[in-house]
């Protein structure tokens, strides 16, 4: 695809640029095909300045040059005008709010770090600052903390995807401007709902168990080989006996203490040691490769250099040479939209009247089950779609995390989960059994009548049902399918069991963090699941997009592993330049010193704190007493050769200051600073009471739940509630008669016959039982 035929080709996009969040919609968009002119800040974009390898100048300007890729640039006298002729406006996080004295035709997608209001809205931003208010990496990092951060540029780039989903919305809407204020923070709290609702589940906190380690799935970790680092993640019995068929322990398949993994977490270090006994004893990718056949999800932790010469990465090409910049390689962008027929001409037809519900009256079958396909679809029925999730009484969605006992089943624990509750929202529910014939024909009428499919099981599954993209669209030309499987179909990958830890190793990305001596390092439970949802949601609104104007739809064979790729993007841009693997840089930041979490008052409390200019430097100095520090060491590149000497002075000062508190007085004084919340803290912010972001849900068989609302508002108002996630089969009896029009009374029969249940079935009662909430992702 090149831009002039993608599905947003005709449309124009004005950015202002500041931060890397704007730059990062600014790119999406560009990569579908819209037109994107950048308008610079006088004295140039500061990423223009920024090295990824401070010791090396060939480095500076590449992260600058990857996220300008297909802009053109603007010049300051024709913003007016290039505004006015424009369909949507990006307002970068960091860029000035100069006055304009135009607005584009469709929407202004208006970025920062907070959000407009609340007691933070006024905050100075960062990624380490936003990471430390979502909840996510409290429990990340040694046992004793401090906790670790996830990486430079990944919350602005994941509130830029936000962005550029609500653009996309709004251009689907094609009705009048728009404001949607996007707040990065609020784009980020996707990445800790699992933690924050387990938390509320367990009614305990959730532990830092360790690098590596995150409760209660054991083992999810990574280990090194004789060449190469290999993770590993065992959830089902059949995973643990094919894991200990690998390293040739059948001694620790039949251990009761090793049955679950609730059990098996209990002695993580003795499992942790029975693999590093075997790993070094070969290759990462033999391992790998013996894990694909055995069915075991474990896949090679590539570094810089082994993501540039991937083999399934070099055939899908994920990486491509930057434009202005030819010795250098990064990431492209994971939305892969085609424009079959070439581009739409023209506006589309008027989309729905109501702003807050811009998709109303699209219809979407929902095949999709875990976290990552229901949280894509989430989005598109917050925004007004009619999402129709596809499960049975035999194969419930996993999230719901059956006990399939009769006890279990009589006491309704199938609708108890709180993670199904929160990416289940404002959807209906139909149990149809796709493993009869009958179940199969229901599925097929229900996508005839139906706009877009949504599924993210492993590649392949759908086909064997009779459901892969050439059955259902065969002679229907306007359907749009998004497949979300792990590594895409139809490469050495595909049949690779896969979480959403699996997709992280995968990525390489734990290879970039954690300490310099220490091993590649993990930084969430199950990062690629919400990664993959978000991406995917862009994906299906850009098809429904072309659709629209074109009348044609298409398939998007969509890799999750692939929407992580581009936090990869500073290390393998220094790496393709260099010819060097960048080391793992604990708490350095590329262009901020210092940077880092320090011990504050309290059990296990933490506070952010980072200066991101020399200004910001002496205020932080002054405000720990220690002012020589800020003339000794008065410009970055001394402050970074002085590293353990400052950070040891601030964690000196902060250890004694409650969190909350010293992070308002640094900030006020233009300082980096938050305090690093526990996933149960998020759910009682004021900052994110007052601005709105909460959802409060009443369910059946649920306690009262606190959800997160879309991260942007529309002229200040949010999305509405139409209703709790349903349960299982509930909406079955009316998407019979009114959507599929069949008679009354097939539903008794069809019930009778155990084509449709409406609690888990006997069929399935001699299955292992499993744990009551999945221990990773979907």
Known sequence: MTDATGPLAGYRATEIAGGVGGAWTGRLLAALGADVARLEPEGGDPLRRRREDPDAPETEGLLHAWLSQGKRSLDAAGLDEAVAASDLLILGEDAPR???NARPRHATLDLSWFGPRGPRGAWRGADLAVQALTGMIHPCGPEDGP???????????IGGVAAATAGLAALYAGRTHRLCEVSILESCLVL??????????????CPRNGVNRFHPTCPVSIHRCKTGWLGVTCITAAQWAGLCEMLERPDLATDPRMATIHTRSEHSDEIEAAIDAVLPGRSAEDWAALGRELKVPCVVVPDAGGLLSHPVFATRGTFA????????????????????????????????????????????????????????????????????KIEAGRYPDWWRGTLWDADSIAAAQYETSRRFSAVNRNKASVSFDLTTEEGKALARALVAASDAVVENHAAGVMPRLGMGWEQLSAGREDLVMLSMSAFGSGNLWSDTRAYGSTLEQGSGLPSFRGAPDGPPTMGHIAYGDPVGGIHGAACLLAALIHRKRTGLGQWMNVSQCECLLPFTAPAVLS????????????????????????????????????????????????????????????????????????????????????????????????????????????IEDPHLDACGTYVDVLRAHVAPQRQFALSWTVDGARTRLRGPAPLLGADTQDVLTRVLGRDPGDYDALTASGVISLRPTALRSAAPARTPEPAAGG
Do not use: C
Request: charged letters at 20%.
């Open 575 to 682: 790496r393709s330049v260099t010819g060097r693997e960048p080391p793992r840089p604990g708490m350095r930041h590329a262009a901020m010193a210092p940077h880092g979490i320090y011990p504050a008052a309290g059990e296990d409390a933490w506070i952010a704190i980072a200066a991101p200019d020399d200004a910001a430097w002496r205020a932080l100095a002054k405000a720990i007493g220690r002012p020589d520090l800020a003339e000794a060491h008065p410009d970055f590149a001394a402050r970074r050769r002085a590293t353990a000497e400052i950070d040891a002075a601030i964690a000196a000062a902060s250890a004694g200051r409650e969190a909350e508190a010293m992070a308002v007085a640094l900030q006020a004084a233009g300082v980096v600073a938050a305090p690093v919340l526990k996933p149960e803290q998020v």
């Open 192 to 205: 800790s709902d699992l933690q924050i609702n387990d938390a509320q589940s367990l009614d305990r906190p």
């Open 98 to 100: 100069a006055p304009i």
């Open 147 to 157: 906790p670790l951060p996830l990486g430079d540029l990944q919350a602005a780039m």
């Open 321 to 388: 040479r930057i434009d202005g910049r030819e010795d250098a390689t990064g990431p492209a962008s994971p939305l892969r939209v085609e424009a079959p027929g070439g581009p739409g001409t023209g506006t589309p037809p008027q989309g729905a009247a109501d702003p807050l519900a811009p998709l109303s009256g699209l219809r979407i079958a929902d095949f999709s089950m875990g976290w990552a396909g229901p949280l894509a679809t989430r989005i598109l029925a917050d925004l007004g779609a009619e999402v129709i």
